[in-house]
């Protein structure tokens, strides 16, 4: 299975640069301005009604990992990722499907499961991969601009979204089993993965809805970069992730390979 | 299906009623043939007859509605992974991505089937192709070329070709059906899947003839050309009396015009041209049938 995982990350190596790159430069960008705006922010920070600094996870903004939470890993980033995961899965499903890529390789000697597997764990790399990318910019914006990030805290604000964004990947390959169409994939799970997000900012803004986060992945998704990764909901939501493709994988063996 | 006998050889592909509906339209119905080892099997139809979808149950790639194929004694569901070991199988039009080249395919392909790329390297050579370009940059026919290689690098025992020579040049084509007759040699059964008469004509020992979803028959070719109407023209040198062609088994609708003399004639060719052979001859056509013609004889007799 390592040369079929090699072949589809030697496919994906330019999304590291697509992705990781701006999603760096930007959090470098903000981590870099962060000294120079620091005071005027506390004050703004100050003036902010208490459930939309809740909702948005702005919190007080006295620190540059608040801020980085803020301005990227509460919303960026995550969507991002979530939608760099599926955009992935798919490709290496459905995409080859519509490209015949999908009709060579099943012509070998390979079966759907091990295609599936393959696939999501390719997925899998690659997300870490333009995480950790992300990350060594934003370390690097920090250290020319003497902001003074945390690369402990950062790295655990960083890390945390992997889990989230691969839980998309997992449901981008429940969807395959249904179509092999790159649009409809990659269209209904960031349609998912929105009203997630949208579902959980309602829960906290309005306590009376808080129930509605229950069906929201970001509920368990939390502040790592303060509060460090939460081991459980890590392991939760990776487990999910790993048993939405199982699933998927399953479907995926019944269906016909048409598009 | 029961399995082949012990000792007995297992035919390459059986297929028992194997039907295919995509919702309420019929891809293919109770489609039943064999093909043996060491045989090139011609499955000839228009386009939309089903031949793909038949390639594509075969592979496992559609799970059929009803009825069961076997491939070397396996079954094309339960056993596929054992059996895609053992078969080289090209696409109507071979894809594989844009970027990759053709040597990163078949590189990964090697890998997947534990083999190496030495007869990938001479196959490359042989037919010309370009394993360095991305694929998505290649024309047609080369990306074609590739996906033969793709089909034939692992010496496998059973090879299925959809539409092989579409995209190929003349010469290419040649090359091909050689190859077909030299896979024959090596004792590989090869399933053709074709719309043009020619082709199967010269390579295929047996054919199926299928149309609109249903197989509707199955004949040797030599058989299948013996029953097929031909039209024939012939110059002759001075005016002749036709009466004598006319008179032939099998010869209909002649029409004698100064020295001119056309007709058509099924079945046996030979008292037809003896009797041509009394003349002095300037010009003989017999014209290839074409599918359309091999479809009408058989939906004559199946009227009958």
Known sequence: ???????????????????????????????????????????????????????????????????????????????????????SVASGLSGAAESGRLDVLLSAPLSRRRLVASGFAATAIELASVLAVALALTLAGSLLAGAGLSVGSSLAGFANVWPLALLFAGLGVVVTGWSLRT????????????????????????????????????????????DGVDPVAFAGVTAVAVALAALGAALFERRDISV | ????????????????????????????????????????????????????????????????????????????????????????????????GRAASGREALSLLARLRGVGLDRAEELA???????????????????????????????????????PTSGLDPLMQEEFLALVGEERERGCAVFVSSHELDEVERVCDRVGIIRGGRLIAVERVVDLLRRTRRKAAVE?????????????????????????????????????????????????????????????????????
């Open chain 2, 125 to 163: 050579r042989r037919f010309g192709a370009d394993l360095e370009r991305p694929l998505g940059k290649l024309s047609r026919g080369n990306r074609q070329k590739v996906g033969l290689i793709t089909a034939l690098f692992h010496r496998p025992d059973l090879l299925i070709f959809d539409e």
């Open chain 1, 1 to 87: 299975m390592s040369g079929l995982i090699r072949s589809q990350l030697d496919e994906r190596r330019r999304s590291l640069l697509a992705w990781g790159l701006p999603l760096g430069l930007m959090s470098a960008l903000v981590v870099a301005i962060y000294p120079s705006v620091q005071d005027a922010l506390a004050t703004a920070i100050r003036e902010y009604p208490p459930a939309l600094k809740e909702a948005f996870g702005i919190g007080e903004l006295s620190t540059v990992e608040q801020y980085l939470e803020a301005e990227m890993l509460s919303l960026i980033v995550p969507l991002a990722a979530g939608y760099l995961a599926v955009r």
């Open chain 2, 236 to 304: 002759f040198a001075a005016p002749v009396d036709p009466a004598a062609l006319r008179a032939i088994p099998g010869v209909a609708d002649l029409t004698a015009e100064n020295d001119r003399v056309t007709f058509s004639v099924g079945g046996d060719v030979d008292a037809v041209v003896k009797e041509i052979a009394r003349h002095p001859v300037a010009d003989f056509q017999l014209a290839h049938p074409t599918l359309e013609e091999v479809f009408l004889t058989y939906y004559v007799e199946e009227r009958r």
């Open chain 2, 1 to 96: 299906m029961a399995g082949p006998a012990p000792g007995e050889r297992a035919a390459a592909i059986e297929t028992d009623g194997l039907t295919k509906f995509y919702g309420r339209e019929r891809g293919i119905e109770n489609v039943t043939f064999s093909v043996e080892a060491g045989e090139v099997f011609g499955f000839l139809g228009p386009n939309g007859a089903g031949k793909t979808t038949t390639i594509r149950t075969l592979l496992d790639l559609l799970h059929p509605t009803r009825g069961s194929a076997r491939v070397f004694g396996l079954d094309s569901g339960r056993d596929s992974v054992a059996i895609r070991a053992r078969i080289g199988n090209l696409p109507g039009d071979f894809g594989y």
């Open chain 1, 183 to 226: 649009s409809v994939v990659t269209g209904s799970v960031a349609g998912v993965l929105v009203a997630m997000y949208v579902a959980d900012l309602v829960g906290r803004l309005d306590p009376g809805l808080d129930w509605i986060r229950y069906a929201s992945v970001f509920r368990y998704y939390g502040r790592a970069i303060e």
